[in-house]
């Protein structure tokens, strides 16, 4: 046997031997996972179903209506827990996430893209209105790294509570959160036939009459429903002719305030950017006809 020939065997047994160890180091992690979701679930006395991936899963409302297919659009919820308790991430009745169900195991966390398989599985198992909650692994979740800013540790198992909500149609969730909202902060608000709100705590004083050619000044600040500002200007240096505007301004401002005007807007996605619906607080400086 040559000199190179014996390298190349060894170069093989060597390789071979690394890929044993990894392959072992993994799957004792997977055991150790498993363990631990075991152990988790005995002490709190639940029955959950365990999946041949190795994810563990429970259907607690099934829904109802027809069953729900990769390319439907759904509106979801989800909580990301770790098994002893703590909230990591969640999202809001306020801002809640839509997209199609194929695609509903994709996320980015700090700009770092995740799939997490058992999500998208598990909420095909539901129909519209369904729950259910799965535990991940953290071979299948976050792995050996974690991630610090949300205090997920090495090897940290993941609790994920789940729903698709009943509403299928954007304008029926903008529905949902805006009166979300208002319930939450008891506001009193009047509903337009555009499915907009208003309340007007100062008409003004002008004499100009608004409509959609009017240039008008504004100060004004807009939300996300969650409150999250998502611009401002109120130092009266914001101009524009009100045609150039939200669609929801165009409805709602006309015949309603003039000059020295104030009120808050609450409007739908599809008078506002199209993507969610937006909170604004306005104040009409001055009108120019």
């Keep these: 046997m040559n000199k190179f020939t014996k390298l ?3 170069a093989l ?11 072992k180091e993994y799957e004792s992690i997977e055991v150790v996972d498993d363990a631990a979701i075991q152990a988790y679930l005995k002490k709190n006395n639940l029955s959950f179903d365990k999946d041949t991936k190795g994810y563990y899963y429970k259907v607690t409302t099934p829904g109802t209506g027809d069953v729900v297919k990769n390319q439907d659009s759904v509106y979801y919820s989800y909580t990301f827990k770790t098994l002893s308790g703590q909230v990591l991430n969640q999202t809001s009745d306020l801002m809640i996430p839509g997209t199609f169900l194929g695609y509903t195991d994709r996320f980015t966390i700090n700009s770092v893209s995740y799939v997490f398989t058992p999500i998208r599985e598990v909420l095909t198992k539901l129909k519209r209105g369904g729950k259910a909650t799965l535990i991940m692994p953290s071979s299948m979740a976050f792995g ?3 991630v610090s800013f949300l205090n997920i540790g090495s090897n940290e198992n ?4 789940l729903g698709i909500y009943p509403e299928s149609k954007r304008h029926e969730i903008d529905e949902f959160e805006i009166n979300k909202l208002i319930a939450n902060n008891n506001l009193t608000l009047i509903k ?4 907009a709100r208003y309340s007007i705590t100062t008409p003004g004083t002008g004499t100009d009459v608004i409509n959609v050619n009017s240039t008008i000044v504004a100060n004004y600040t807009v939300r996300y429903l969650d409150g999250t500002v998502l611009q401002s200007s109120t130092d009266g240096t914001f101009t524009d ?3 150039n505007l939200y669609k929801g301004w165009q409805l709602i401002l006309p015949g309603k305030v003039t000059a020295g005007g104030k009120l808050r807007l609450i409007i739908p996605s599809d008078l506002a950017n199209g993507v969610s619906p937006l909170d604004f607080d306005i104040e009409i400086v001055k009108v120019t006809n």
């Design 8 to 10: 190349s065997l060894f």
């Design 158 to 161: 993941i609790l994920v509570d």
């Design 241 to 243: 002719v009100l045609s």
């Design 192 to 195: 337009d036939p555009s499915r």
């Design 144 to 146: 050996k790294n974690g």
């Design 13 to 23: 047994l060597l390789a071979t031997t690394i890929f044993s160890s990894c392959k």
